[in-house]
C-alpha cells in the first residue's frame, strides 16, 4: 500500500519569496506522484505528475516538482509566490497498475503575505 | 464538457436517514472514485470502480454503497446517516494511468 506524508500544515510565504511544500512519500511498487490545488469551495485541481522519464516535472501556474527516489520525495516549489497561489495544496501517490486507488496527504495551506 | 457533476451540492440529512449522492463524467474515463475531505486528514478514499460492474472498497468502506451500472454514473449510497459522515465528499474520474479529474463536491452534515 501506498501512503504520502507532507510536512507543515500551514505554510506562508511572502509574495515573491521561494514557495515549498514538502511530501515523502512510501511506496512498494513504482510510484505515480501527484500535486494538487484546492481552493475554497471547490474540487481539486491537477497541478503536475509524475509517472516515469524525467524526474523534474514541470506543472501549471510555474509550479514544479522533482522525484526523487533515494529520497522518497517529491517535493513542490515556486521561485516566486503570487497572492494568486494562496490555496490548499496535496500532494498523492498511486501504484503504476491502479491510480484508482490513489492515497492522498493532508494538506498543506499556503498563505502568501503581501 | 461538463468533466465530473456532482448532485447534491449541500445536504443536511437526520441520523439514521438515507440518501444517495450522485456522480456523473461524460469524459468516458473507466475508473471512478468517491473520497470524503474531513480537515487535517486530506482526501479518504471510500470506494472505487474500474469500470461498468466492478467496484471494489478503499480505505473507508463502512456505512457506504456503490455501484456502477454504466460507464457515466456512479452513485454513493449512505445507508444509514451517522453524524462521523459529515464531510465534504467528492466523485472523481480519470482514464488508467491518468489524472483523476474531481467535481465540486456534496457538502454534506447529518445531525
Known amino acids: 500500500a501506498q501512503s504520502v506524508t507532507q510536512l507543515g500544515s500551514h505554510v506562508s510565504v511572502s509574495e515573491g519569496a521561494l514557495v515549498l511544500l514538502r511530501c515523502n512519500y512510501s511506496?512498494?511498487?513504482?510510484?505515480?506522484l501527484f500535486w494538487y490545488v484546492q481552493y475554497p469551495n471547490q474540487g481539486l485541481q491537477l497541478l503536475l505528475k509524475?509517472?516515469?522519464?524525467?524526474?523534474l516535472v514541470k506543472g501549471i501556474n510555474g509550479f514544479e516538482a522533482e522525484f526523487k527516489k533515494s529520497e522518497t520525495s517529491f517535493h513542490l516549489t515556486k521561485p516566486s509566490a503570487h497572492m494568486s497561489d494562496a490555496a490548499e495544496y496535496f500532494c498523492?501517490?498511486?501504484?503504476?497498475?491502479?491510480?484508482?486507488?490513489?492515497?492522498f496527504g493532508a494538506g498543506t495551506r499556503l498563505t502568501v503575505k503581501p | 464538457n461538463a468533466g465530473v457533476t456532482q448532485t447534491p451540492k449541500f445536504q443536511v440529512l437526520k441520523t439514521g436517514q438515507s440518501m444517495t449522492l450522485q456522480c456523473a463524467q461524460d469524459?468516458?474515463?473507466?475508473?471512478m472514485s468517491w473520497y470524503r475531505q474531513d480537515p487535517g486528514m486530506g482526501l479518504r478514499l471510500i470506494h472505487y470502480?474500474?469500470?461498468?460492474?466492478?467496484?471494489d472498497q478503499g480505505e473507508v468502506p463502512n456505512g457506504y454503497n456503490v455501484s456502477r451500472s454504466t460507464t457515466e454514473d456512479f452513485p454513493l449510497r449512505l445507508l444509514s446517516a451517522a453524524p462521523s459522515q459529515t464531510s465534504v465528499y467528492f466523485c472523481?474520474?480519470?482514464?488508467?494511468?491518468?489524472?483523476?479529474?474531481f467535481g465540486d463536491g456534496t457538502r454534506l452534515s447529518i445531525l
Open positions: 469524459m468516458n474515463h473507466e475508473y
Open positions: 472523481a474520474s480519470s482514464y488508467r494511468g491518468g489524472p483523476q479529474h
Open positions: 498523492a501517490v498511486s501504484g503504476p497498475y491502479n491510480n484508482n486507488d490513489m492515497r
Open positions: 470502480s474500474v469500470g461498468a460492474g466492478i467496484t
Open positions: 511506496s512498494s511498487v513504482p510510484p505515480y
Open positions: 509524475y509517472t516515469t522519464g524525467a524526474t
